[in-house]
């Protein structure tokens, strides 16, 4: 079974623009969560779909957004970019909604400058 | 807020050591799960406890859920230079995940 794939793997970006990260799930897994990671901050929790509903969501802006597509693909988006978003995006996916096993990707590693 | 502390921070010891990293909270948990990131890939699920008191064994790693739910640990015995990486917890509690800060472990050849 293919694990989890995130595109692209590398974005380089300037403040004020905006960027969009996609993540395909393991077939049959329903539900997408994203993840910032920093050296300073850890793994941090944005948010999650399930079904093509965000079900739960962390502590960020609304600069940060996201969908899930029928085919359980999902992408998420980050408008107005600022230096403190440079991290690592990580998509991971569960067979179900909330605190099910998590199967991360390999990560978007961002860099805004 | 829950949170899920993890300790040490950082630690660096000599292949063949043994070693053990803890995960503490002040909450319960229905389950408790750790993760091991190598450096530019995700987290990789390692293990979950579910019941207060269980002890799995994955080879060379023991982990051990408290009898309370509330905090668990992973030992390392004759730690290897591929047991590198970050070690993640994260507790369940109300159809969330609360994530530790991680530990980071350097295993010296």
């Known amino acids: 079974k293919a694990g989890v794939t995130q595109t692209p793997r590398y974005l380089i970006k300037t403040r004020g623009q905006q960027v969009t990260l996609s993540c395909s799930p393991i077939?049959?897994?329903?539900?997408v969560s994203w993840y910032q990671q920093t050296p300073g901050q850890g793994l941090q929790f944005l948010f999650e779909?399930?079904?093509?509903?965000q079900r739960n969501k962390g502590n960020f802006p609304g600069r940060f957004s996201g969908r899930q597509f029928s085919n359980s693909r999902s992408e998420m988006n980050v408008s107005t970019l600022e230096l403190g978003d440079s991290a690592l995006y990580l998509c991971?996916?569960?067979w179900g909604q909330g605190a099910y096993e998590q199967y991360f990707g390999p990560g978007t590693r961002l860099t805004v400058t | 807020t829950q949170l899920l502390e993890q300790s040490p921070q950082f630690l660096s010891i000599q292949e063949g050591e043994n070693l053990t990293v803890y995960c503490n909270s002040s909450s319960v948990f229905s389950s408790l799960q750790w993760y091991r990131q190598e450096p530019g890939e995700g987290p990789v699920l390692l293990v979950t406890v579910v019941t207060g008191g269980e002890v799995k064994k994955l080879k060379r790693l023991t982990f051990q859920f408290g009898d309370a739910r509330k905090d668990s640990s992973l030992h390392i015995t004759a730690a290897q230079p591929g047991d590198t990486g970050l070690y993640l917890c994260a507790g369940a509690s109300n159809y969330q995940l609360i994530w530790g800060a991680g530990t980071k472990l350097i295993i010296k050849p």
């Open positions: 991971a996916s569960s």
């Open positions: 077939s049959g897994h329903r539900s």
């Open positions: 779909y399930f079904s093509e509903t």
